[in-house]
T-cell receptor, first 113, second 109 residues
Framework: DVKVTQSSRYLVKRTGEKVFLECVQD?????MFWYRQDPGLGLRLIYF???????EKGDIPEGYSVSREKKERFSLILESASTNQTSMYLC????????????FGPGTRLLVL | EDKVVQSPLSLVVHEGDTVTLNCSYE??????LLWYKQEKKAPTFLFML????IEKKSGRLSSILDKKELFSILNITATQTGDSAVYLC?????????FGTGTRLQVFP
């Protein structure tokens, strides 16, 4: 079974803080994704990575950056957290293509005060 | 095994036409169905549907879900060349996102 883990389930930060969300997958998947999920807005892609050190912007990359130094780890960084970044953040991975089944981690619920 | 099937596989229309894309699914523990548009490397989110019979609209695009018959449709009215893309539906049940086969839409002037 694919296992995708995220570093925190709940996080509370203050406006302006730098926030790191970590994601690790154990199935040697090529692709990794960061989404945010908001009520009524569904699942929106922030960034994805199709290889180590490779990244591409998704639907809503503004205010975020990512890092993929190792194949199994994909980090999402909020350089200066703002209240409109309060959301559920979900990491996913897929073996090859972005249209293949993506496996999700449990999510991190981030509250920015 | 969970399955998401889309039809038609391919569609060619002229600008101004209205198109209907179909998505049927057979999944255990259904939670929601998502529609995406893919023009480049990764799909762009369009709609998330969780309840039957409630239409979601965004400009010329609209979508509806029928949980009894296990299908969804995506309508695009007054198509434009910029609507040319692959449209994907996907079953999302919080630990997996399973994509359908996709419908390639080509809109000619």
């Amino acid at each position: 079974d694919v296992k995708v883990t995220q570093s925190s389930r709940y996080l509370v930060k203050r406006t302006g803080e730098k926030v790191f969300l970590e994601c690790v997958q154990d199935m040697d998947h090529e692709n990794m994704f960061w989404y945010r999920q908001d009520p009524g807005l569904g699942l929106r892609l922030i960034y994805f990575s199709y290889d180590v050190k490779m990244k591409e912007k998704g639907d809503i990359p503004e205010g975020y950056s990512v890092s993929r130094e190792k194949k199994e780890r994909f980090s999402l960084i909020l350089e200066s957290a703002s209240t409109n970044q309060t959301s559920m953040y979900l990491c996913a991975s897929s073996l090859f293509g972005t249209q293949e089944t993506q496996y999700f981690g449990p999510g991190t619920r981030l509250l920015v005060l | 095994e969970d399955k998401v099937v889309q039809s038609p596989l391919s569609l060619v229309v002229h600008e101004g036409d209205t198109v209907t894309l179909n998505c049927s699914y057979e999944v255990t523990n259904f939670r929601s169905l998502l529609w995406y548009k893919q023009e480049k490397k990764a799909p762009t989110f369009l709609f998330m549907l969780t309840s039957s019979g409630i239409e979601k609209k965004s400009g010329r695009l609209s979508s509806i879900l029928d949980k009894k018959e296990l299908f969804s449709i995506l309508n695009i009215t007054a198509t434009q060349t910029g609507d040319s893309a692959v449209y994907l539906c996907a079953d999302y049940n919080t630990d997996k996102l399973i994509f359908g086969t996709g419908t390639r839409l080509q809109v000619f002037p």
